[in-house]
């Protein structure tokens, strides 16, 4: 007898490239790249928050993530996008992501956002998008965005630290057709699809 695991069947809420951006515009500066590069990486947002700028890459366009949810080392592309809102940023020292204050985020209320709940709850509030978002619907955004352009399941498993190709088959198809010019758009990607090796 095989044991299976329990897959909860919910609607997994993701941005459209058009919602996203509403979003950004809507957010407070200090967040603006904080939500960009939630969006471009699929990072969660304790990885991004704990993200220092030793980590980062700018010039390779890459960054590590070294306390992730399951214990492993995880790198992660920078779209031109990210990595032109990651250059914009004062400081360059210590964590990557301030708050509004200049100082780096407490590492209390670790869940559901709780570190920028309420610039979070104003931006979807301004940008007039659904109030059940959350900080990790980017995740799930990224994923989906993710698979609409590559259509490889064992790639975003991997690019985003899923333990199975079972979790991250909720992903696939979940984007309407259409959307792969302006995904890529929105992440300065300018039509063309960078693989990596």
Known sequence: MFATQYQPQGRTLFLVPAKAERLLAAAAPHLRPLLAFLLGTGARLSEALELEWRDVDLEGGRAIFWRTKNGKRRVAELPPRV???LSALPNREGRVFLSRS???YADTERQWGGQIKVGWRGAVRRAE?????TPHCL???WATWHYALKCDLLRLKQDGGWGSVALVDRYAHLMPAGHEAAIREFLGLEGKLRVVA
């Open 83 to 85: 990595t032109a809102s």
């Open 102 to 104: 200049g100082r780096p």
């Open 129 to 133: 998008l659904n109030p059940n978002l």
């Open 139 to 141: 995740r799930h955004t």
